[in-house]
């Protein structure tokens, strides 16, 4: 059974850094490619960073690039979300995914976190 868990999330102002954690259970965490999504109030979930199993290659969305940073602990399952500079529409529930193939699209990741809530302040 393959269980995904977030954690770090919570309510900072503006300019303000968070660091999100993806615990993965399983043994085959370090063959996978992980993603990074979030879904604000009232909006469709949209793709945030990806990472391939090797961390040799990473993707992010344009409004998070050069302020977001996607790593990987593979000794540790891990994967993690460095968020700095963080605006008011960063505002969001985060989800960390697992997929074969790093991606883009949310309907290559197979198995999902429960989501951790990010909230900046104005």
């Known amino acids: 059974q393959v269980q995904l868990v977030e954690s770090g999330g919570g309510l900072v102002q503006t300019g303000a850094s968070l660091r999100l954690s993806c615990a993965v259970s399983?043994?085959?965490?370090?063959?996978?490619?992980m993603g990074w999504f979030r879904q604000g109030p009232g909006k469709e979930r949209e793709f945030v960073a990806a990472i391939t199993w090797s961390g040799g290659t990473t993707y992010y969305a344009d409004s998070v690039k050069g302020r977001f940073t996607i790593s990987r602990d593979n000794a540790k399952d891990t994967v993690f979300l460095q968020m700095n500079s963080l605006k008011p529409e960063d505002t969001a529930v985060y989800y960390c995914?697992?997929?074969?193939?790093?991606?883009?699209?949310?309907?290559?990741?197979?198995?999902w976190g429960q989501g951790t809530q990010v909230t900046v302040s104005s």
């Open positions: 399983g043994r085959t965490f370090s063959i996978y490619a």
């Open positions: 995914a697992r997929s074969r193939g790093i991606s883009r699209s949310d309907y290559q990741y197979d198995y």
